[in-house]
Every structure is written in structure tokens, then in C-alpha cells.
């Protein structure tokens, strides 16, 4: 009897400090609430977006489970961050995701619409619908370049919608576009939606870490690609692919800037982790792969929330 008794208090005394620990990576049941009523109305309205946003940015990681576990039944397919999250593709930010990112898609069903508004209202969508409009006017002064033939390469090309948009707007453009991407299923994308454009568009189903040129470039475009490597990798893929830029020729490679407000919100709702750079990194990386300073600059797009380094040719 008197073991039985002293082993329960054991038991007891021996949770104690496990117990605060629980109670504190739990939502305070005013968040919970909150976050069922969203649900409950297929995502924030407009007035709700000030809440939702600050509950986000202010959640511990300890508490993401939580947090996802609260809007689970959003959290699918259905919605675009419920796509990020759930990445049928395997990886973040795929060709599906850009693509309805670029038509400002909003799923229409009402179980779901209001997230989807949320996500297309965040400033890290309108930065990538700008660089899209960013990549259009170098397009442009591409095609005002003298000769006959100009030359685009796109690395880590995805759904091609904004060389869609290019062809579209301007279908007597001489340039020709070389596209690599590494997923089969965004280079099948990007070919049924590009049809009519086949004279103008070569596609190159590998890892651009391996791919080859066998040509030079005018412009060599890459976005929503470089914010996943290490830096390492970075400097490799400046080095590698900076001599194929014809006399003139510009390398332009777009990055997430440390002022993105939207990145706890797709860390958060969608698991999408970027490495955000300044545009001290970007200059420090092109210089380690050997360009000269007066070689290189960086833009930004309206919000600065995606940042472009141009590198020029020699
Ligand atoms: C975020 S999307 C950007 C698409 C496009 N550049 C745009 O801005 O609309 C990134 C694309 O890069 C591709 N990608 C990622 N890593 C790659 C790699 N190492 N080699 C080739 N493609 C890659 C993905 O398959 C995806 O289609």
C-alpha cells in the first residue's frame, strides 16, 4: 500500500514540468476560435486579413503544428496555400502553384475562395506577377537588339507563362527561347500551353546544374529558382552559365529580398522556405564568381520584395 502510494506521486511529480510545456505550444483558445470561424467561411475576409496576419507572424515553431492542425481542413488541394502545402509535385512553389499565381486564380467554390483572396492579396504574389511584367520589358529590349536572330534561356522555366504572354503580345517577336526545367510535368505544361509558339521554344528536361549550352545568349533569365540554393551553388551557377551571354548579353537572376512580409505566412501556411538574400548578398556572390564591380547592378520590382541581379557580359 504504501509503495502503491509513493509511486503515484512520483507519476505526478514527475509530469509537472512537462505539463507547461504542452499548455504554452498550444493556441490560446481566443486563436482557435478565430481560426475555426475562418474555416468555417472558406478563409479571412478583407477586415479579418490584420489578425490573421499577425497571429502568423507571431507563432513560435513549436506552435505550427497547432496552428495547421486548427485550419486542417483548409489545408488541401483545394486552396492555393493548402497546394503549397501539401506539394503534389514533391516540391514548393511548382509550375500549378506560378501559374495561378500569374491569373490571380481564386478557387470559386466558397468553402475555399476567401484564402485563396488572402494568398493573391499577399505582397509575395504581387512581387511575383511584377517580376513576371519585369521579365516582359527586358523581353522587349531584347527584341529591339540588332541582327536576326536573338536568343532567351530560361532556367528553372515552370510554366513558361510569361513567355506565353510575351508570344501572345507580340507573335512576329525573332526571339528564340530555350527552357530548362527539371520536372517533367512543368515542361509538358508549359508545351501544351505554348502549342502554337513551337517554332519559337525549345524545351530541356534537366537539372540546370547539368545542363549544357551549345549557344550563346542575349538574355539568361532565371526566377524563383536561385532563393533555393546555397550560396555555394549560387556562385557555381554564375560562373557556369555567365559564358554563354553573347557581347552585350545580360545575366538576370531574380531573389526573394530580406523585406518579403509574406515569408512566416508561406514558412507558415504552405512549408515554403526561400533564402532570402539582400542586395549586398547578391553583388558579394557575383563578384566571388569573378564578375567586375561596374559589370554588376541590382533592380528590384515596385514592392523590393523580389530583387534582380544583372550581370553584365564582359
Ligand atoms: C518557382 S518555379 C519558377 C518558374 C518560372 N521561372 C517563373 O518565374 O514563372 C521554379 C521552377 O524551377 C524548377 N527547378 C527547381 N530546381 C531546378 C533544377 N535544379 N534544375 C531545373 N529546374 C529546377 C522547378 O521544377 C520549377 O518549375
Known sequence: MFKIIVNIN???NSMKPLHPTVTLNQLSAEDQKF?????ENGGPEPHEYKELTAIINNLEDSELEYFRDAIKESLNENTLIGHGYVKPFGYPGDFTLIHNIYRIYVN???KYSNWDKFFQDQA??????NRKDYFLRR??????LD???KRILILGSGPATDVNEYLNNNPDSKIKFDLVDFDQNAINFAKEQNGEFNESIEYFKINVLRFKPYQWYNLIWSAGLFDYFKDKHFVYMISKYYKYLTDGGEFIIGNFSHSNPTR???EVLSDWYLVHRSKYDLVRMALEADAKEEQVEVDMEELGVNLFLRIKAA
Open 35 to 39: 481560426l475555426y470561424a475562418l474555416v
Open 108 to 110: 470559386p467554390d466558397e
Open 264 to 266: 512566416r505566412l508561406m
Open 139 to 144: 523581353c522587349a529590349e531584347v527584341e529591339k
Open 124 to 129: 509575395g504574389a504581387h512581387a511575383v506577377r
Open 10 to 12: 512520483v507519476t505526478i
Open 147 to 149: 541582327g536576326e536572330e
